[in-house]
């Protein structure tokens, strides 16, 4: 079976400080994808980053980051000084053959995240 | 930048009708999905359809639900006779390619039954 385990359901921070998502997954799948999506208070999924299963570089965007290790089976997302902006609920997702194609995503429960000023 | 659309943005209705969500997926892309999301929970994987056909459905897309892509451009999604539990966001995506590819996501439909 496929499925994603976002165990933090909530986490506060205040501003600038920097807080990790984790996210763990599990597939019987070698070939796979990884996703990670932001849901910010007005409801739309935004789309952050996707990784395959053969790319264990870990990938750094501006104040995001995320690693990936396969031998862990987690794909963790880092908010280095984090900003209100960065409010949202945070969605990790997986997309894999055995799930019936590579056409779902399968996603984690969400982690809330909260930026406080 | 395109974008998927979806309208209505909130759409309410008594429980036994029947409703249709619309979506506008991005124009070259080729493989279209449905989403739902009770509040407060997780994203669900409703259906994906790619070629004029159902490609996958989740145990959730039962016979009240149907999809069609009536033209080069719209693609919706029909309950046929709602329920209080269909009570949930409604996400269209679409996507380039199948392996893997990015979803993109469109604004949600807001459905309330009751």
């Known amino acids: 079976a496929q499925k994603v385990t976002q165990a933090q359901t909530e986490i506060s921070v205040v501003e600038k400080e920097d807080v990790t998502l984790d996210c763990v997954y599990e597939?019987?799948?070698?070939?796979?994808?990884l996703f990670w999506y932001k849901q910010p208070p007005s409801g739309e999924l935004v789309f952050l980053i996707r990784r395959n299963s053969f790319d264990e570089q870990n990938e750094i965007s501006g104040r995001y980051s995320w690693n990936f290790q396969k031998s862990t089976s987690s794909f963790n997302f880092t908010i280095t000084a984090s900003q209100v902006v960065d409010s949202a609920v945070y969605f990790c997702?997986?997309?894999?053959?055995?799930?019936?194609?590579?056409?779902?995503?399968?996603f984690g429960a969400g982690t809330r995240l909260a930026v406080h000023p | 930048e395109p974008e998927v659309t979806q309208t209505p943005s909130h759409q309410v209705t008594q429980m036994g009708q029947e409703v249709i969500l619309r979506c506008v997926p991005i124009s070259n892309h080729l493989y279209f999905y449905w989403y739902r999301q009770i509040l407060g929970q997780k994203v669900e994987f409703l259906v994906s359809?790619?070629?004029?056909?159902?490609?996958?459905k989740s145990e959730i897309f039962d016979d009240q639900f149907s999809v069609e892509r009536p033209d080069g451009s719209n693609f919706t999604l029909k309950i046929r006779s709602t329920k209080l539990e269909d009570s949930a966001m409604y996400f269209c995506?679409?996507?380039?390619?199948?392996?893997?590819?990015?979803?993109?996501f469109g604004p949600g439909t807001r459905l309330t039954v009751t």
């Open positions: 597939t019987r799948d070698t070939t796979y994808y």
């Open positions: 995506a679409s996507s380039p390619d199948s392996l893997g590819g990015e979803q993109y």
């Open positions: 997702a997986l997309s894999g053959r055995l799930g019936g194609g590579y056409n779902k995503l399968i």
């Open positions: 359809f790619y070629n004029n056909e159902i490609s996958e």
